[in-house]
């Protein structure tokens, strides 16, 4: 065994990717949640099992060797929390402040016999733009007594590209622990955030710097999924499934020149770390994976949380922020960013649909404002990119 690695969250990313990932590279895997009823019947079953969705050669794998323990149970978590040299949090943003106080409060506690510090990597499987600083400023809130956080501790930021669709009420009736995900299976690490040696698997990509890779993830792959599943809800209101809208050559095409201008932004934005044609290559990449059938991923499941989704930094605000800023064309995220804002028009009962409505009786301007700006007061930036949805919205 390589040593021990203590994973914060049992869920989608947690279960299906995570915890397999280094349970195939010789790690003791210790994973905690806060669901007790999760951990219960996974004590209980002592495996699970993933469909590995890859259209004709699909399989299924059973997982097992990992050691389940709930949040709550002090007992077993405490002495990890003091030992291990490896962490990975794959919780969300609402789950960070939990996990990091946990962490924190026990960070004195981390010596070894001779009464020296032991250091301390979290790799932070978040998705996030910068989830480190997040991650530092909430670790360090509940931190009671000395513990040489700079030099004893790495926050290692992520790109997690791997799609874990939703299962079925029939999926899940059937088998409750089970999961499905796609055959991708690389986890991107930044290099420069270990304090210690990096984890050795042929599935990790150590890169520098970090936010490039965490840019591509947000303004190719966030951001042309995204925009499969708004301009699919307009042009086919009800088709409930991405993959079948993805054989059609036409919106196939269109989807495709959208992401092509989230790659030029990248390329103006780290010309250092992206060539053109690795950038065409991904993307071809991402378009075959989201036209995977057995995936069985709907078009709710990736255009809903629009909030969330069409806010100042995210993958379509933010990618119209940066082809502004760099002077790059923008016509194909304004118009996704137009279909985001009539997704959830015809679903009253959505939390999405306030935005719809919003649009309709305020106009574009009030919608931009409140949603993208979060509150703030447009920027000229901002005003720019208000002109230019208005120019569309006209046409």
């Not at 960070?107 to 990597?121: I, S, T, V």
């Not at 009786?361 to 949603?371: P, T």
């Not at 447009?378 to 208005?390: M, N």
Request: contains cysteine; hydrophobic residues 40%; charged residues 25%.
């Amino acid at each position: 065994m390589k040593g021990e690695v203590l994973v914060f969250g049992a869920g989608n990313i947690g279960r299906s990717f995570i915890t397999p990932l280094f349970l195939d590279a010789g790690y003791t895997v210790h994973l905690a949640d806060i669901n007790t009823e999760l951990i219960a019947a996974l004590k209980q079953a002592g495996s699970y099992t993933i469909r590995i969705c890859a259209g004709e050669k699909e399989s299924v794998r059973r997982v097992e060797g990992f050691f389940p323990l709930a949040l709550t149970d002090h007992q077993t978590l405490d002495p990890l929390l003091r030992r291990v040299p490896l962490m990975v949090t794959c919780v969300g943003r609402a789950g960070l402040e939990a996990v990091a106080s946990l962490i924190g409060e026990m960070l004195p506690g981390r010596r070894g016999e001779n009464g020296e510090f032991l250091p301390l990597d979290i790799i932070l499987a978040e998705n996030l733009r910068d989830a480190s600083e997040v991650f530092r400023r909430k670790i360090l809130q509940p931190l009671k007594g000395d513990f040489p956080v700079e030099s004893h501790l790495g926050l290692v930021e992520t790109s997690i590209g791997k799609m874990v669709p939703l299962l079925t009420e029939e999926e899940r009736r059937r088998n409750p622990l089970s999961l499905k995900a796609e055959a991708y299976n690389t986890l991107i690490l930044d290099r420069d955030g270990f304090v210690g040696h990096p984890p050795e698997s042929p599935s990790i990509r150590l890169v520098s710097p970090i936010r490039a890779w965490v840019d591509r993830k947000l303004f190719l792959h966030n951001m042309g999924h995204a925009a499969a599943a708004y301009l699919g809800r307009l042009y086919f209101p009800g088709e409930a499934s991405l993959a079948p809208l993805m054989q059609y050559a036409w919106f196939f095409s269109e989807i495709r020149n959208v992401m092509m201008e989230g790659a030029e932004i990248l390329l103006k934005a780290y010309p250092e770390v992206f060539s053109l044609s690795e950038l065409k290559d991904h993307v071809d990449d991402l378009l075959e994976r989201f036209a995977n059938p057995s995936l069985g991923d709907s078009v709710q499941r990736i255009g809903r949380d629009l909030s969330r989704k069409l806010g100042r930094n995210d993958r379509i605000t933010g990618a119209l922020r940066e082809a502004v800023t760099h002077r790059l064309p923008m016509e194909g995220l304004g118009r996704v960013y137009l279909a985001a804002l009539v997704f959830e028009e015809a679903n009253p009962q959505s939390p999405d649909h306030d935005i719809a409505r919003m649009f309709r009786e305020e106009g574009l301007e009030a919608v931009y404002s409140r949603i993208s700006c979060g509150g703030e007061v447009p920027d000229e930036i901002d005003h720019r990119i208000i002109t230019e949805l208005k120019r569309l919205h006209a046409g």
